[in-house]
C-alpha cells in the first residue's frame, strides 16, 4: 500500500511566500517568490523568501530546467532515457550513460550493499506485475511475483569505469531510480543555486523537502502531515542545511 506523503506543499510553509511574476533585476524580492513545474510525476517548486535577491528568480528556473534534463535522463518511462536503454538491453550489450546515469547507479548500488538488498534499483522487474490504474486493481499472485524474483538482484549490475557502461545481466532485469533520482535531482538544484548566488531557499518534490539558509532570519518551518486527517498537521520542523 502506498505511504501517505508526510512532508506538505508550501501550503504548509509557516508564512509561506507569495507567488509573483519572474523579476529581471538585481532589486531584493519583496514577497518572495515560488516558481514551479511538474517533473518526474510530481509538482516540484523553489520558494524564496522576501529579501532573495531578484536575480534568484532566474536561477529558480534554471534549477527547474536541471529536473527537466535529468528526467529525460533517468526516467525508466521514457523510451529514449539512458535508463530505458540499459533496460532494453538487459541480457546484452553494456551501454555508454553520462555521469549523471553512472553516478546514480553507483549510489544505488552502494545502498543497496549497505541494507543488504533493501534498497535494491532492479526491483523494476516487478512493475509489470501491478497496474494501480485499473478500474479493478488486484495485486498479483504469488505465483507471478515469485517468477520473476530472480531478476531482481543489484548484483547482477555490472559497471565499467574504464568504458563508463552499465549492463544488466540477465534478459527482462530493469533498472528503476524511483527511490533516489528525485534526491539526486535536488542535490543538483541546491548546488546550481547555490553556484548563483541563492542562499535562501526551499525546494519541493512532492514530499520530500531540502532547506537551505533561512526566512525573515529564522530557519524555514515545515508541516507533516496528519498521517489519518489529509488537512490536518501533527506539528512543524524547523530546518534549514537538511532534506
Known amino acids: 500500500m502506498k505511504r501517505r506523503t508526510l512532508l506538505l506543499l508550501p501550503v504548509a510553509l509557516a508564512g509561506g511566500a507569495a507567488t ?6 538585481d532589486t531584493p524580492l519583496r514577497e518572495g517568490l515560488t516558481a514551479q513545474r511538474p517533473a518526474m510525476g510530481t509538482l516540484w517548486q523553489v520558494v524564496l523568501p522576501p529579501g532573495a535577491p531578484a536575480l534568484g528568480a532566474d536561477a529558480a528556473e534554471r534549477a527547474l530546467d536541471e529536473v527537466t534534463r535529468l528526467e529525460d535522463t533517468l526516467s525508466e518511462f521514457r523510451a529514449h532515457t539512458e535508463v530505458s536503454r540499459i533496460n532494453a538491453a538487459a541480457g546484452g550489450r553494456p551501454v555508454p550513460v553520462s555521469e549523471d546515469t553512472w553516478f546514480v547507479t553507483e549510489q544505488s548500488l552502494r545502498y543497496a550493499a549497505l541494507s543488504g538488498g533493501a534498497f535494491d534499483p532492479t526491483w523494476a522487474a516487478l512493475r509489470p506485475l501491478w497496474d494501480f490504474r485499473a478500474a479493478h486493481a488486484r495485486p ?6 515469485h517468477a520473476r524474483l530472480p ?3 543489484w548484483r547482477a549490475v555490472e559497471m ?5 557502461t552499465v549492463r544488466l545481466r ?18 543538483r538544484m541546491r548546488a546550481l543555486l547555490r553556484r548563483e548566488g541563492v542562499r535562501d531557499f526551499v525546494l519541493y518534490s512532492g514530499g520530500q523537502v531540502l532547506a537551505e539558509g533561512e526566512r525573515a532570519g529564522r530557519r524555514w518551518r515545515v508541516g507533516v502531515q496528519h498521517p489519518r486527517e489529509p488537512d490536518g498537521l501533527l506539528g512543524a520542523l524547523q530546518v534549514t542545511g537538511a532534506s
Open 20 to 25: 509573483r511574476s519572474l523579476a529581471r533585476d
Open 140 to 145: 498479483p499472485s504469488p505465483d507471478a511475483i
Open 151 to 153: 531478476l531482481i538482484d
Open 160 to 164: 565499467d569505469p574504464v568504458a563508463r
Open 170 to 187: 540477465r534478459p527482462g532485469m530493469a533498472m528503476g531510480f524511483g527511490g533516489i533520482a528525485k534526491g539526486y535531482a535536488l542535490d
